[in-house]
């Protein structure tokens, strides 16, 4: 049996939340903090401790402490950070489970190192379905650092239950096949993260303009018999079953266009947080082209100015994996 571990929680939104939620479910224990009071309550509620402030959950915790940080990336999370490391001492640890950016993760593991306190990153995906499907992870840091938090990574991820291995692991051993990984070094976490959120920028796009093409193909621009009525909802339902596209984001496009095949509650603006900026920054500094992450990047910019439906469809996936809300 995994060892029961105990982690601070400090950030109690869409997945900090939840995050709580599994660890619990999986035995281990669990000290929260939050400004909202009424997220600490409803934890408590589910046999987690909670505490007022950074320094009453850093008390509560036994030492060495791991505190894990799920707050929005910048200076929330970065002033956090610093008052966590006036509260801790030598032998504790600091996790960002958030979506950081991976130079400052670098940053701050050193200024964490002088003071002995240890810092890992964690790219971390699932959005509000985490907790009922398990978080895939992307983790930076010193092995011996994350192979003592193996028991709580293992608890968050998804498990053998997914896709078949692409590769044959006879000790069935692997963390990667269970949904999670230490990527490198600090930074690392983050920085296999934001590549993926970059790539995700792709796909979303992909699919928002194949099924705004789809929607147009009765434009009454096209001669009569070129046009065609299409079912939207059913299109995306028969790509779920054998299709080479088939995907969650597919997955989460088929159940917003079966709600509403107009997706009249969605205006089209839509927001980016900040990953795909820093993909395409990587790309400039290692000189690689990425012209359709550019592209897909760009028409989110376009979308606070001019909506279409295909900014429609991108605001019904990201609402369905993340819980995000057009403003």
């Given amino acids: 049996m995994e060892s029961v571990m105990q982690i601070g929680m400090v950030g109690l939104g869409r997945m900090g939340g939840n995050i709580v939620r599994r660890l619990l479910q999986h035995g281990h224990s669990s000290v929260v903090y939050d400004q909202n009071k009424n997220a600490v309550d409803d934890l408590t509620s589910c046999g987690a401790l909670g505490a007022k402030n950074l320094e009453e959950i850093v008390k509560l915790l036994e030492a060495p402490r791991s505190v894990w940080v799920m707050l929005p990336a910048g200076e929330t999370t970065e002033t956090t950070i610093q008052q966590l490391a006036k509260l801790l001492q030598s032998g504790d640890l ?8 991976w130079k400052d993760d670098i940053r701050r593991a050193k200024t964490l190192y002088e003071k002995q306190i240890q ?16 978080y895939c992870m992307m983790i930076g840091g ?22 078949l291995s692409t590769k044959e692991d006879k000790k069935g051993t692997s963390q990667a096949k269970r949904g999670y990984i230490h990527a490198g070094p600090n930074g690392a976490g983050h920085f296999v993260k934001m590549i993926h959120n970059g790539i995700e920028y792709g796909l979303m796009q992909s699919f928002a303009e194949g099924f705004d093409i ?11 018999e070129e046009r065609f009525d299409l079912d939207l909802a059913n299109i995306a339902e028969v790509w779920r079953h054998g299709s ?36 395409l920054m990587a790309a400039i500094e290692e000189a690689v ?5 550019s592209a897909a990047l760009y028409a989110r910019f376009r979308s606070r100015q001019q909506h ?5 469809i991108l605001s019904a996936m990201r609402k369905g ?4 809300i057009e403003p």
Avoid: Q
């Fill in 119 to 134: 810092y890992v990153d964690v790219g971390t995906s699932g959005g509000v379905w985490g907790l009922e499907l398990g």
């Fill in 289 to 293: 082209p990425a012209d359709v992450l």
């Fill in 142 to 163: 010193d092995k011996h650092v994350i192979d003592r938090l193996d028991p709580i990574f293992s608890a968050l991820a998804p498990g053998e239950n997914g896709p």
């Fill in 244 to 279: 080479v596209v088939r995907s969650w984001l597919l997955d989460l496009t088929a159940t917003a266009l079966a709600e509403d095949k107009t997706l009249a509650n969605y205006s089209g603006y839509v927001e980016d947080s900040g990953e795909g900026r820093w993909t």
């Fill in 321 to 324: 994996f993340g819980g995000h």
């Fill in 308 to 312: 279409t439906f295909a900014e429609k």
């Fill in 94 to 101: 600091i996790i960002d489970g958030g979506n950081s950016f």
């Fill in 214 to 224: 789809l929607k147009n193909a009765g434009s009454e621009a096209l001669p009569p």
